[in-house]
């Protein structure tokens, strides 16, 4: 009877892996081939971080600050270049970054669908029952969210945590505790924390309705779980306390956002008919116009706002709550849903907006995630009970055939009209990462240029204005950062004078540049660049323009000691007797200028002063000078090496905290492994101990 148990479950896990690896490949494919996802924010956020990553973890070092992006900032803090993952270190530094980007994101559909089986099957739900759950969650919800990288890398350990949380309350193995705890940490250094909240949301309602936690040994797996939560936050806290430094300097350090921050991304309430007509909607997502004018008064798009569960899953849902079996999952999927779905809408913003989570996370359509978990559960069941009424194998398999192809159409027609993001079989980040761009060679590494795509031209392996940054510096969006002028209107004093104090050189346009009788300029670059003319919107062949400001500062430049530090504020007069460096060279970590003043003079470098920055004069320890957002210090009169150096201020503290969890770790596995060892011996002490006393006279 065992025998027939084991092999049934490894049956099961043959097929829901062997499925899992099927469909990531049936969809990704020409990932597999060498082509490349483009769109959303794939070249505009997500490449320009991995990048930059790239370079320096196949040099052997950790980018703890992102150099390239606005006037820099701190890579651990901002969390979504995932510096510590574990996957990353391995794929950014072995491949390629194109390929590194596609193996993960198909490795993470790949694990998705197998946590998502493993949780089904723990809620009760057979073995086609939890594939069909599987596809209904990975499937309906992932691909047309494909332009963020965050969705599948980070919302695959969602089923994961579930799945961990459930077996360790169902059976109270340690492995399973383990487990949970690997996953928590996994997810948190994942880098999206939103999903990780959601995360959390879906576990206390598994828990709170599937099992009875109140029961007395229930209720100590239930506080053995929630260990099982601090400890994987603690062991993520190599992150987790960088973030929160960041946080507290951030736009969001407010109590509260600004509501319409928080609102964006929200499923429109008339925009939740697509669940039910879905030709009504999808193919207009290919008008442009439609597009805008729709999500443009909901302060959305139709990536964040997609929820769709198909046909096949609404049906067979709807045929268990009416049959009214499996109660409790019946509760389960009913609660989910309908949480998912009211969150997902955004109308619960105000009232939720002063709690710790709802009122820190923008992106209310992600709440959808929920709702698709539950349908899924539910539909998976009753799926399950339809089989299990056929008698003929040929029906049964007639009619998973027709559901699970249903499905599939569905969810890869629907992906095809929402997803903004698409493939090329040309992908400019395998240029752009070799240095195969022409203009790569006109422009200085150390180069801070103006350009209408957000961080796209870092790539270039320059430093780029506007910058985008998902949890972004204070200075950059509110304080003296923030751009003060629009490409539709003329240059005014007012910004010529914040592009000067700003650093910027440089400015990349693909058409000729608005207003060109009023920029103090000239052209020093005219001619095509197909890869970086993508990252513009343009045609491959267009002609790229690149002008040069006839006055500009520079990344770092001196004055002498006694300029005034209100001089050096944005709009303040141009100080006096400003001399370029004679070198700089921006590292990972760490920044090297060379001078060579004849004066006492501050040396300036126009990156963002923030904790963690310490900086040498000559190899001995000077005193760094905040010159208004940017870092100073004062020099002597001759030659001098002034070498900035970064370390995030919370990394020891987080690693100190991660060890000692990984330490009660060992701990605790050594103890369980005796006790296990020693129960198992008792064991067979009192079944010898009977035996004797049957044989006994």
Not at 365 to 384: K, N, P, S
Request: hydrophobic letters at 50%.
């Amino acid at each position: 009877m065992a025998t027939d148990t084991a092999r049934r479950r490894w049956a099961d896990l043959i097929l829901w892996w062997g499925a899992a690896v099927a469909l990531a490949i049936l969809a990704w494919w020409p990932l597999l081939r060498g082509a490349g996802l483009i769109g959303g924010d794939i070249y505009t956020y997500f490449f320009p971080l991995k990048l930059w990553y790239a370079w320096w973890v196949k040099r052997g070092t950790i980018p703890f600050w992102n150099a390239l992006v606005g006037h820099g900032f701190p890579t651990l803090g901002e969390s979504q270049t995932a510096i510590f993952y574990p996957s990353n270190l391995i794929l950014y530094r072995f491949l390629s970054v194109n390929m590194a980007y596609n193996i993960s994101h198909i490795a993470h559909y790949v694990l998705a669908f197998g946590f998502t089986c493993l949780f089904a099957a723990a809620m009760g739900l057979g073995r086609w029952g939890a594939c069909f759950a599987a596809l209904v969650v990975v499937y309906g919800w992932f691909p047309a969210r494909s332009c963020l990288e965050w969705a599948a890398v980070t919302g695959a350990w969602l089923p994961a945590i579930l799945w961990a949380a459930s077996r360790y309350l169902q059976t109270g193995q340690p492995r399973f505790w383990f487990l949970l705890q690997a996953a928590v940490a996994l997810q948190l250094l994942a880098g999206h924390y939103h999903l990780a909240f959601i995360t959390w949301l879906a576990l206390a309602a598994v828990v709170l309705i599937r099992f009875r936690w109140w029961q007395g040994h229930q209720l100590r797996r239930v506080a053995a779980v929630a260990a099982a939560l601090v400890a994987g936050v603690l062991v993520a806290s190599v992150q987790l306390l960088s973030t929160w430094e960041l946080k507290q300097r951030s736009h969001r350090a407010e109590p509260v956002f600004l509501e319409r921050e928080i609102t964006y991304g929200a499923v429109p309430v008339p925009y939740l008919a697509q669940l039910l007509l879905p030709w009504h909607f999808y193919p207009k997502m290919t008008d442009p116009l439609w597009r805008s004018q729709f999500f443009g008064r909901y302060y959305t798009n139709q990536a964040e706002a997609h929820l769709y569960f198909g046909y096949p899953a609404m049906l067979l849902a709807l045929g268990l709550l009416v049959r009214r079996r499996e109660r409790r999952l019946a509760v389960l999927g009913v609660v989910l849903t309908a949480a998912g779905v009211v969150l997902a809408t955004g109308v619960l913003v105000p009232v939720l907006k002063a709690l710790p989570g709802f009122g820190y996370f923008t992106g209310p359509g992600r709440y959808g995630l929920l709702a698709q978990v539950g349908v899924a559960l539910v539909a998976g069941r009753q799926l399950d009970a339809l089989v299990g009424m056929m008698r003929r194998c040929l029906a049964r398999a007639a009619t998973l055939a027709a559901l699970f192809g249903a499905a599939w159409f569905e969810y890869t027609w629907v992906a095809a009209l929402v997803q903004i993001a698409g493939i090329t079989f040309d992908p400019p980040i395998e240029y752009l990462s070799r240095g195969l761009s022409p203009l790569q060679n006109v422009l200085p590494a150390t180069a801070r240029v103006l350009g209408k795509s957000e961080n796209a031209l870092t790539l270039l392996g320059v430093s780029q204005l506007p910058a985008y940054i998902g949890l972004s510096p204070r200075e950059y969006l509110d304080g003296p950062g923030a751009i003060p002028f629009r490409w539709n209107k003329p240059p005014t004093e007012r910004v010529l004078r914040w592009l000067d104090w700003a650093g910027v050189r440089y400015i990349v346009t693909a058409d000729t540049l608005p207003f060109l009788s009023r920029w103090p300029v000239e052209i020093v670059w005219h001619a095509p660049d197909p890869f970086v003319a993508q990252l513009l919107g343009a045609a491959r062949q267009q002609p790229l323009r690149v002008y040069r400001l006839k006055q500009s500062r520079g990344r770092a430049y001196t004055v002498p000691a006694d300029t005034p530090l209100e001089r050096l504020k944005p709009y303040a007069k141009r100080p006096d007797r400003i001399q370029p460096v004679r070198w700089i060279d921006v590292r990972a970590n760490e920044v090297e200028i060379v001078v060579d003043v004849a004066e006492p003079s501050l040396v300036v470098l126009t990156d963002l002063f923030y904790p963690g920055w310490t900086v040498l004069v000559d190899g001995c320890p000077a005193q760094p000078l905040a010159a208004s957002m940017f870092r100073a210090v004062r020099v002597p009169a001759g030659e001098h090496r002034v070498l900035w150096r970064y370390r995030p201020t919370w990394l020891w503290p987080g690693l100190a905290l991660a060890v000692l969890v990984g330490l009660a770790d060992v701990a605790l596995l050594v103890i369980s492994v005796v006790t296990r060892r020693r129960r198992r011996r008792h064991g067979v002490r009192e079944e010898h101990d009977r035996e004797s006393e049957e044989l006994a006279p």
